[in-house]
């Protein structure tokens, strides 16, 4: 009897123990999905704002119409466009957690966000003035790489957004709950 009661304690004690260490193990794996997923949105989300922020101040116009006008022969000047917000800080600060997410996304998101800063830089040193003194053969030049960069750019923004969108589609589980 004696010999039953202790298999009886051991037993139950490995369930309990299993069963906790099992329901840690999912809550954990549970929250660092969830993590990922919110943290996926959020550089969707600050991706897609670039986009749109080019999109709506005609960037990519304005920087067709530069290089095709030096290539007709015309004079160039530097553009003088200001950008005064910091585009990169959702990377800045996230950086640290880009293992989190699915290797695709995680991969692309440092090349993207440097893409981004190369040409911030690029447009701070126009708007200073580092350019003004190019001949035009040098400037066409310089328009013609910063639109191959922009265009470049896009390209893998809008390619991480369906990425992530792929990745990380919304959970079906809440909305298919009654009521």
């Known amino acids: 009897m004696a010999d039953a009661a202790l298999l009886g304690a051991l037993v139950g004690?490995?369930?309990?123990?299993?069963?906790?260490?099992?329901?840690?193990?999912?809550?954990?794996?549970?929250k660092q999905r969830r993590e990922a997923r919110n943290l996926a949105y959020a550089f969707q989300g600050g991706i897609n704002a670039i986009l749109v922020i080019?999109?709506?101040?005609?960037?990519?116009?304005?920087?067709?119409?530069?290089?095709?006008?030096?290539?007709?022969?015309?004079?160039?000047?530097?553009?003088?466009?200001?950008?005064?917000?910091?585009?990169?800080?959702?990377?800045?600060?996230?950086?640290?957690?880009?293992?989190?997410?699915?290797?695709?996304?995680?991969?692309?998101?440092?090349?993207f966000y440097t893409c981004v800063n190369s040409l911030l830089e690029d447009i701070d040193a126009m708007f200073a003035g580092n350019f003004d003194d190019l001949t035009q053969p040098e400037l066409l030049a310089f328009y013609e790489?910063?639109?191959?960069?922009?265009?470049?750019?896009?390209?893998?923004?809008?390619?991480?957004?369906?990425?992530?969108?792929?990745?990380?589609?919304?959970?079906?589980?809440w909305i298919n709950l009654p009521g």
């Open 13 to 30: 004690g490995a369930i309990s123990l299993a069963t906790s260490l099992a329901s840690t193990v999912g809550a954990e794996a549970f």
């Open 54 to 111: 080019v999109e709506e101040r005609k960037y990519v116009n304005l920087i067709n119409q530069a290089v095709q006008a030096g290539c007709a022969g015309h004079p160039l000047t530097a553009m003088k466009i200001s950008a005064k917000r910091n585009y990169v800080e959702l990377y800045n600060k996230n950086v640290d957690k880009l293992g989190l997410l699915h290797v695709a996304v995680a991969q692309r998101i440092p090349v």
């Open 145 to 173: 790489g910063f639109q191959d960069l922009l265009f470049k750019t896009l390209r893998l923004g809008d390619e991480l957004i369906g990425l992530i969108s792929e990745k990380y589609p919304p959970s079906t589980f």
